[in-house]
Structure formats: C-alpha cells, structure tokens
C-alpha cells in the first residue's frame, strides 16, 4: 500500500516517456504523461512567461511530474488505504483514463454499478481475500473498455502492452 508507491511509479514511467506532441492524442503536448491540459489546470508556468504553453510541458522534471501523480492520482483513489495491487491498477488506470474510470472498472469487476465514485461499498468490494483474481478481473473490464476507444487503431497496440505489463506488476504486489 503506502510503501508500493515507488514500484507503481517505476511502471508508470516506463509507459509515459518524454516529450511527445501526436496529433491523435486527445491529450495534446504530453511529457511524462503530463498533458498541457493539466499543467493550465495546474498554472505550472515553468518557463515564467506568463503562459503555459508547450514549452513548459517539455521542462518538466521527473520530481514534479511524480508530485502531480501523487496529488491528481495517488490521492485521488486513496492509494495508501488501498489494497496491494488493486493500488497499482487504479493509479496507472488513473493516469491513463482518469481516477473514475479506473474506479469504474474495478466496480464492474467486483460486480457493482459502476458510479467512478470510491465509497464505502467499492471499498469493501476491494478489500477481498481473492485479490489476484479481482486484479485480473479489474485487468479485463480495462481491456474491454480501451478497446472501445475511438483512437484504438493508433494506441491499441502500446495500451495493451501497458495494461499486460501491470497486470504482472499488479500481481506481484498482492504476493
């Protein structure tokens, strides 16, 4: 749980690279998996040209880009209080679709409506004596889901990897 943290960062950096601009990524300029969008939402004018703009997305540091996970992700699911690996899904989901659709598929997989929203009930859903089977639950509903994308045909490919790659390191946590 708290301690995991790192080990999720690791496998979250290894997917979101450096500095990429694709005209298909809803995201727009992205560096570390930090879009343009966030650092406006953030006001991280890091150039101190009075505007956010590309440039900024491509100075930011690996430190800051971990304290922005950390507060718009980590903190967002509660990833201290989560179980071992159902952490690890829901930040990376998080990251790559936003807290609530994370939170969506790990409802979906443990049999509940799906709201986006971590209450009591999902909580208690996480909290199982099964967690390698409700990860590769909650591992599938993501699948399933991407699959849908409109922008599938272009990331597909790397969103599976990505999605296979933390399953395994979801897995290894629950041991």
Known sequence: MRHNLPKIMEHVFLWEG???????????ATNMGITIHTMKALALDLDKDG???????MLITKALATDIYKVRYWNAVDGDDMPNGIDGFLMDSGVNSGPRAGV??????????????????TRRAADTDDLKGLVSACIEERLKSVRQFRNYNTFGVGWERRINSLEKMCLKLTE
């Open 51 to 57: 505007d956010v703009d590309k440039t900024d997305v």
């Open 18 to 28: 450096g500095y990429v601009d694709h005209k298909d990524d809803p995201g727009g």
């Open 104 to 121: 969506r598929w790990l409802q979906r997989a443990a049999g509940i409506t799906p709201d986006g929203i971590l209450g009591p009930q």
